[in-house]
């Protein structure tokens, strides 16, 4: 009951004042949708918030060196949606936006980067660890019983056949299609000129501001001024913070599942997803 009246006083003090707020979402580490790790989940719940509070503009604050290719594309629409509704969304770059991370920024109206930021890295990739020889050498043998030819096209326990490496080749440029025609669309770049440098290669921020994937460079401060402006706020904006809440893991490792599983080798479920290629320093 006291969050409901907290919640009305709020509506009728926005309406009677002018609503200054500029929503503040980050949006840190592999961008991945799980049971365990809901990544993609939250951030759309964020922005669902936002819009629920009549927040006119939000500054995506991203730090994050890629994740699946459905969770990236989740968030993405989900940007599309709200900026179609009238809000405005500005992305800051942080440390690293690479892959996953370029590919939701580039659903924003405008992208803010710092000079030494690290993106790009566009491109698919599917990883396999082959571990067939190690089994032979401590006496295991593996049996399949499948549906079709293709069923255990991942498995560890064989080489990929030519027609097995066409099919995954197949759709790694189907998706890869996808990546870099979103940011044709979405940053106004010909197809062509986007498939001379979407290689897998990194570029600093100057380097993608150069390259037309980011407008301006700045800080999330000047993000906030920037989105502030474009949805006609005037004064000095208020930040307003609206990022998803942090996990009991986060609060006391400061990282996800998967980076922990990532960081320690362990990591064997999602090495058989498509990711985009995550920059390794």
């Given amino acids: 009951m006291i969050g409901k009246v907290i919640k009305d006083f709020d509506k009728v003090k926005y309406a009677l004042f002018e609503d200054k707020r500029v929503g503040i979402i980050k949006m840190d580490g592999i961008i991945l949708d799980t049971k365990l790790f809901p990544f993609a989940s939250r951030i759309i719940e964020s922005f669902d918030t936002a819009s629920k509070q009549g927040i006119k503009a939000v500054v995506l604050r991203i730090n994050s060196p890629g994740g699946t290719v459905g969770a990236s594309q989740e968030i993405f629409r989900e940007i599309k949606k709200c900026r179609e509704k009238g809000m405005k969304v500005v992305v800051s770059l942080g440390d690293v936006a690479a892959s996953g991370g370029l590919y939701v920024a580039v659903g924003a ?6 000079p030494g930021t690290v993106t790009g890295s566009i491109g698919v990739i599917i990883k396999s660890s082959v571990i067939k020889d190690f089994y032979k050498k401590i006496g295991i ?16 326990t064989k080489y990929l056949s030519s027609e097995e490496k066409e099919i995954l080749q197949e759709l790694i440029d ?3 299609e996808q990546f870099v025609r979103e940011i044709s669309e979405n940053r106004a770049i010909d197809m062509e000129e986007v498939k001379k440098f979407a290689d897998g290669r990194i570029f600093s921020g100057t380097q993608a501001k150069n390259l037309g994937l980011v407008d301006e460079i700045g800080s999330q ?7 502030a402006k474009l949805a006609g706020i005037k004064g000095k904006p208020i930040p307003f913070n609206i990022s998803p ?8 490792t400061g990282s996800n599942l998967n980076e922990i599983l990532e960081n320690a080798g362990l990591n064997a479920f999602y090495k058989k997803t498509p990711l985009w290629l995550m920059p390794d320093f």
Avoid at 109 to 114: F, G, H, L, R, T
Avoid at 221 to 227: F, I, P
Wanted: no cysteine; charged share 30%.
């Fill in 221 to 227: 401060s000047d993000a906030v001024e920037l989105a």
């Fill in 109 to 114: 109206d405008k992208i803010m980067s710092n």
């Fill in 141 to 156: 043998e593996s049996q399949t019983v499948k549906s079709g030819e293709y069923k255990d096209i991942l498995s560890n």
């Fill in 174 to 176: 189907s998706t890869y």
């Fill in 245 to 252: 809440k942090k996990t009991l893991l986060q609060k006391f």
